[in-house]
Structure formats: C-alpha cells, structure tokens
C-alpha cells in the first residue's frame, strides 16, 4: 500500500498486525507480494500478512501466501476497514459479499471464492457527499486514534479466537462485544465468555 497511507482510515489493517506483533516481540520481515511476520499462538503459527500491491491487487499477495505456507482457505482470515460500521463498530463474517471494499473483491476474483473470513473494522463515515476518497485516506483525529487503539485489542482476541476454534464460536463471542451504535459508544466488555476457556 506504501508508506503515504501508514496512519490513515483505510490503514487499520495494517494497525491491527502492526499491535499483534509488537505484543509478541516480532518483527516484520520485507517480503515477496508483502511484508510478513510469524507469531506463535498455543502451538499454532499464524503469519501476519501485510500486501505491498496496492489494496485493488492485494489478492496477489494473498494467493501467493496461503500457497507458499501450505495454508488453507479455512484459515484465512482478513482484516480490512469498514465505511458502513460505526467508527471502531467490529464485526467478523465468514464468507460472503464484498460490500463493495475493492481489496475483498480482489481477494475473491483471485482465490474463486467469497468464502473466506473477515474482520470488518468500522471507520465511519463522517464526510459530506463527495468526499469519500479522501475522508478514507485522511488521518486519524487525536481523539479517533486513542478510541481506535483500544477496540484494536478486542481485533487481536479475535484474531487469537480464529486460530484456535474457528470463526462460529468467535462470532458468536465478539460480534456482540464489538458492536458499537452510535460515535465513539464504547461497548461494556463486561460477562464476555471466552470461548478460548473450555471451562466457561
């Protein structure tokens, strides 16, 4: 994507693994199609894929991953940002369209199939008709960027929920916790059932 959208709305993937992989004392390594970091989770390795094809072409660089790494369609899931959620709204799906994000829809041309899953973070959609081009690649207000570093948490327990049961129990987990109504109404985490605890 290049370095003149790192910080922007349509960034929040890539704010997402650059979170998960600070947390666990990874780096990112430049790669082929991207750049690309290993990170273990209870015994699994998920590799954190950040494309370097502009967002329309990121389906080349995902091909090429899931084929290199031996990685099932199953098991990939996607990170993209969200103009129709509420700004930090998170909501996770398993498949189906591409709510006309240009990267889903490449990644959907590429592999033959809609039926991979995604994580869809909310940006809003705060810009007068017109606008929307550069309402998505503008900056984070001060205040936005605050609020968004602490729903990227709630993104990186999903990620990890992924990895380890699969996207219905994360869904039916996490969807209910990242919904947001209205601007910045943070959602009350409290009760959550870790569906990582069998004994919940």
């Known amino acids: 994507m ?4 790192a910080g922007t709305r349509h960034n929040i993937g890539f704010m997402v693994l650059d979170a998960m992989a600070k947390a666990s004392g990874s780096l990112f390594s430049d790669c082929r199609y991207g750049f690309i970091c290993p990170v273990k989770y209870r015994g699994r390795q998920l590799i954190l894929l950040k494309p370097s094809t502009y967002m329309n072409l990121s389906g080349n660089a995902v091909r090429y991953w899931l084929k290199r790494e031996k990685i099932r369609l199953e098991n990939l899931l ?5 103009i129709a959620l509420p700004l930090g709204s998170i909501r996770m799906k398993p498949g189906g369209s591409d709510g006309g994000h240009n990267g889903l829809a ?11 899953a995604r994580i869809r973070v909310g940006i809003g959609n705060g810009f007068p008709g017109g606008s929307r081009v550069h309402y998505v690649l503008s900056r984070w207000k001060p205040g ?4 968004l570093n602490e729903r990227i948490d709630i993104v990186i327990e999903m990620i990890k929920s ?6 219905g129990l994360t869904m039916t987990a996490y969807n209910r916790i990242g919904k947001i109504t ?13 569906p990582l605890n069998n004994n919940t």
Do not use: Q
């Not at 996607?78 to 969200?82: A, G, K, P, R």
């Not at 209205?182 to 870790?194: A, H, V």
């Open 162 to 167: 992924f990895a380890a049961v699969g996207a």
């Open 144 to 147: 936005e960027e605050k609020f």
């Open 78 to 82: 996607v990170i993209v940002d969200d």
């Open 2 to 5: 290049g370095n003149e959208y």
């Open 182 to 194: 209205g601007k910045n109404d943070d959602t009350d985490n409290t009760g959550k059932k870790d």
């Open 106 to 116: 490449h990644i959907a041309s590429v592999l033959g199939t809609n039926e991979y």
